[in-house]
């Protein structure tokens, strides 16, 4: 069990003949079972073609019709994403992840809005994420798999250098992850951490949770304030930017602090006081969680 993909999962890569998207398919097929989940290819002026035995197809539509493709990875350019985020979105694929960074802010509104109209059943991850990974079984984005073990922790972050960070010390305790989850940076973006909360809480193969976060918006604070009264399992966090002033962009387009409480001290005090434990240190997460499982 894992949550949104696993070893039977089919992935069409979207910009698959770019540079981006031609090394990252092929580092995820190289990963456990990716030569059996990645499957299709989307270029529309190059469907018939292949990339190294993957077959592309001119559409979502067409690579999910001809393969049973039920999630698909984005590495097409800022200009063009939202178009491709939409286009698995209309096929109804099961999962969009989108990995492009520098999405505009109105393309993402738009995107949000179509999703909305259509009631769209389709998860959408990111973008400006570096995608998600259940040990062993699957890859799909730009983590490096190797730091990776299989276990029963879970992790859910806005950033993917610290989502590794995390990876690699709940690795080197020997506990493992069972899926790890990178939501992206960016201010207009798919699911939440609440969401993905919520699927580490009914998984059975998770038995406890590391949430990282950064400054700018509500999105952890909604989380904790749902764990507080919901979350069955241990939980520990950290908040990226404790020095960051206020009024400054930190990194992340969604890194901004606009008010009391999106800084990063009033996070980790609303998630302390939802019962989830939470340190400055990004050095001291995997110590931390171990203190509580």
Known sequence: MSILINKDTKVITQGITGK???????????????????VAGVHPKKAGENFEGIPIFASVKDAKKETGANVSVIYV??????????????????????ITEGIPVRDMLEVKA???????????????????????????GIMPGHIHRKGRIGIVSRSGTLTYEAVAQVTELG?????????????????????VLKMFNDDPDTDAVIMIGEIGGPDEVNAALWAKDNMKKPMVGF?????????????????????????????????????IRTTKNPSEMGKLLKSVI
């Open 20 to 38: 981006t998207g031609q090394y990252h398919t092929r580092t995820s097929r190289d990963y456990a079972n990716g030569k059996n989940a990645f």
């Open 77 to 98: 350019p800022p200009a063009g994403a939202a178009a491709a985020i939409l286009e698995g979105i209309e096929a109804e694929l099961d999962l969009v992840i989108c």
């Open 114 to 140: 179509r999703m909305a109209a259509l009631n769209s059943k389709t998860l959408l991850l990111g973008p400006n994420c570096p995608g998600l990974i259940t040990p062993d079984e699957i890859k799909i």
């Open 175 to 195: 506990l493992g992850q069972s899926s790890a989850v990178g939501i992206g940076g960016d201010p207009i973006n798919g699911l939440k951490h609440i969401d």
């Open 239 to 275: 908040i990226a930017g404790v020095t960051a002033p206020a009024g400054k962009r930190m990194g992340h387009a969604g890194a901004l602090i606009s008010g009391g409480a999106d800084t990063a001290d009033a996070k980790l005090e609303i998630m302390e006081a939802c019962g």
